[in-house]
């Protein structure tokens, strides 16, 4: 979509920016404060640049939770340019000061720069679009990684180290006018989309921190990386600056390295970003970082000199600008508006900036403990830090699909049961899903299920009474008063299965076939599989069935759904979700319902979108209703999504099913993202063409299934106003 397009043009070169801004700035903080100070300030220093980080970004998420990031970040981006122009004045006049200041503002403003931009980039895209798009806006901030590289080793050739401010300063000016162009480029959600509870955090960022285990590992993941790079980064400075001799000569030391790790981060990002997560997922490909380290480390530890330090801290470099990055920003999608305000600043600086200060202690200590022997101490200390991070990434593989339901139950406003509420009503009839099938409903026709059974009675030989008497007289009125009078008998029950056949008498007969008791549902099994049988006892057959939750009624609707006939496999769908709530301690195989739903995609396009029911089905609208659902969805579709709350949860299932026939960009591209992410590879392939309109189908990531139900339960308003206009075009 043209949109998308724009905005996500506007986000590559904005990374592009900010990154060279962040490479170019970290290459000339380092070499002006160790060129000023020497490494051994260093450690001090990180700490104290840390803790006003840490309390910056508590500020700044405070401001974030009350406004758009859209609106913030560009002015602190103005606001730095502003302080780099400072601190350049004040360092032609005393560099020392100078030094101090321009390290404590790239560290404490420029990674919540760099958070702002991407809490944009996550508000304005919905998670599927986002994971489709993602791979470009890194790419963007790799080849800023490049020029970052780039642009400070030609200014220590030819010019001051100091030089290199109002370079910084006038990136931060460019970065803040493309940063508005991410927001104006596409059609963001305006205040009045997102519910009123979303605007607004739901309570203060520790309350949503300690509600939230998913986030409480982001920030665990957060910090326990940030403290293994700081403590990696510590070796790789000390032993850069005992082989350099002047700051110009380490500042083109630094800016070779971050352009030889962009230039990788770059290939990786063309060439593997798309296929790691293909094969991995998403938060394994993020424990990717920790695991990259942690071997980098121990070939430092095992040999010595600044080569080996170098590439384990390239490899860290690399993995965290390329995949780290990509992997981490797309586990932050499914997570609220408001949630995200309050907490992603927080999380990615705040929780940084604690891992800055663990890290910094564990040098200092190391120092003040083992001396000239810190190196391989802290290498170790590397090592266990990262090993810690790869189990903590392992366990946010099984967070994500839960985040992706809690987004979609959000966005809904909790989607209560149809049929007790008119928004919902609605959405059963403009969605064209008849949701029936996959919630539990009563049934008004036949007694409870969970009714004991009565007695089989002796029907008297009253010809009045006798059933056979009537089918004899083949008078319609008075079988319908026999199955109505009285239980029927056991010599009964075949000549009523027969009547099934007859459509004026079908209803009397399912009834009173359901009230059957203490037989048992096998003479229903033997004809409901019958290919042989009348298709219009087999279909009916289905509800008496239904009437027994036993193990044994619930795999004979699952053969039943190798008939030939598509209505029976639709009933008997719907049936099998029913008694899936019935029979207590009921195992669903996953396996069998994933064959049976590409058994059903096996057909031709025509023939998908032109099946119907004789039998008009239970509880559908009127007329008229039904004309407009009819025209939003197909019986198809439907009976896909029914089969599919057999092996998911239901109300999820219900829910992405609404997201897919809404008008809301947003809530289909959710429903998209979490049937990709939770269906097996075969039937997702199939699936996609009978869902496309129009969408470029992204790579696969299979991943687990804990995280996407809460952004369509909190948008039931916006989901009704949406449908009822698109109801009020119809008609």
């Known amino acids: 979509m043209r949109a998308d397009g724009l905005a996500v043009a506007a986000a590559a070169a904005a990374g592009t920016v900010m990154i060279a801004f962040q490479i170019a700035g970290k290459a000339t903080r380092d070499a002006l404060f160790l060129s000023t100070f020497g490494v051994a300030s260093l450690p001090p220093m990180v700490i104290i640049a840390a803790l006003l980080s840490a309390a910056l970004s508590v500020a700044l998420a405070r401001l974030m939770a009350r406004s758009r990031p859209s609106r913030l970040v560009p002015r602190l981006l103005a606001l730095s340019a502003l302080l780099l122009l400072a601190e350049w004045a004040l360092a032609l006049e005393a560099r020392r000061p100078a030094a101090i200041l321009l390290y404590l503002h790239f560290t404490a403003l420029g990674a919540l720069l760099v958070s702002g931009f991407w809490a944009i980039v996550n508000e304005r895209f919905d998670p599927r679009t986002a994971r489709r798009t993602i791979g470009h806006i890194t790419a963007g901030g790799s080849v800023g990684g490049l020029l970052g590289g780039l642009l400070p080793e030609r200014v220590g050739a030819t010019l001051s180290l100091v030089a290199m401010l109002p370079i910084l300063a006038m990136l931060h000016l460019i970065a803040a006018g493309l940063v508005l162009g991410v927001d104006r480029g596409g059609l963001p959600r305006t205040s009045a989309d ?19 285990p998913y986030l409480l590992g982001l920030v665990l993941l ?22 350099t001799r002047t700051g110009e000569e380490l500042l083109r030391l630094f800016a070779a390295f971050y352009t030889v790790t962009a230039l990788l981060g770059i290939s990786i990002q063309v060439t593997t970003l798309r296929r790691v997560f293909e094969r991995l997922g998403i938060a394994r490909s993020a424990a990717l970082l920790p695991a990259g380290v942690s071997i980098g480390a121990v070939g430092a530890f095992l040999i010595p000199g600044l080569v080996p330090v170098l590439l384990a801290r390239g490899a860290e470099v690399v993995l965290r600008s390329s995949l780290f990055r990509a992997a981490y920003e797309l586990l932050f999608t499914p997570v609220a508006p408001g949630e995200k305000r309050a907490t992603k600043l927080l999380i990615d600086v705040g929780a940084a900036r604690v891992g800055d200060v663990v890290g910094g202690l564990l040098i200092a200590a190391a120092l003040l403990l083992t001396g000239a022997a810190a190196g391989k101490i802290l290498l170790g200390t590397t090592v266990a830090l990262s090993l810690g991070a790869v189990v903590v990434a392992r366990r946010l593989h099984l967070g994500y699909v839960a985040a992706l339901e809690g987004s979609l139950q959000r966005r809904t406003g909790g ?16 969605g064209g899903f008849d949701l029936s099938g996959i919630r539990p409903r009563p049934d008004p026709t036949s007694r409870s299920v969970t009714e004991p059974a009565s007695p089989l009675p002796s029907r008297g030989n009253s010809p009045a009474s006798s059933l056979h008497g009537a089918i004899a007289a083949g008078s319609r009125e008075e079988i319908q008063r026999a199955l109505s009078a009285s239980p029927i008998t056991v010599d009964e029950i075949e000549a009523t299965i027969e009547l099934l056949a007859w459509d004026e008498v079908a209803p009397h007969a399912i009834k009173a076939l359901r009230m059957v008791g203490g037989t048992g549902p096998g ?7 019958d290919p042989q049988e009348d298709f219009a006892i ?16 619930f795999d004979a609707l699952f053969e039943a759904m190798r008939d030939r006939r598509f209505e029976v496999r639709y009933r008997s769908a719907r049936a099998l979700s029913y008694l899936s709530r019935e029979i207590p301690g009921l195992q669903v195989d996953r396996e069998r319902v994933f064959d049976v739903m590409k058994r059903e995609m096996a057909v031709e396009r025509g023939l998908w979108e032109t099946r119907q029911l004789i039998d008009q089905a239970e509880d559908e609208p009127s007329p008229l209703e039904l004309e407009a659902l009819r025209g939003r969805t197909n019986r198809s579709l439907e009976h896909l999504f029914t089969l599919l709350s057999l092996a998911l949860p239901p109300e999820t299932v219900r829910l992405a099913f609404h997201g897919l026939h809404t008008g809301d960009r947003y809530l289909r591209g959710t429903a998209l993202e979490y049937l990709e992410t939770v269906l097996p590879e075969a039937v997702w392939v199939k699936l996609w063409p009978f ?3 129009g969408e470029e189908q992204g790579p696969r990531p299979p991943r687990s299934s804990e995280q996407v139900m809460r952004e369509l339960v909190a948008s039931q308003n916006s989901i009704g106003l949406a449908l009822a206009e698109l109801r009020r075009r119809d008609q």
């Not at 957060?222 to 082989?243: H, I, P, Q, W």
């Open 194 to 212: 997102e519910p009123a509870f979303e605007r607004d955090a739901p309570g203060g960022a520790a309350e949503i921190l300690r509600g939230s």
């Open 222 to 243: 957060v910090a326990l990386t940030s403290a293994a790079e700081g403590v990696l980064d510590y070796v790789f400075k000390a032993r850069a600056a005992a082989a």
């Open 415 to 430: 989607v209560p049961d149809p049929l007790h509420d008119e928004g919902s009503a609605l959405l059963q009839t403009v």
């Open 523 to 529: 003479v229903f099994v033997r004809h409901l599989l």
């Open 538 to 553: 087999r279909r009916r057959l289905i509800a008496v069935v239904a009437a027994y939750p036993t193990t044994e009624a």
């Open 691 to 693: 869902l496309d309109e």
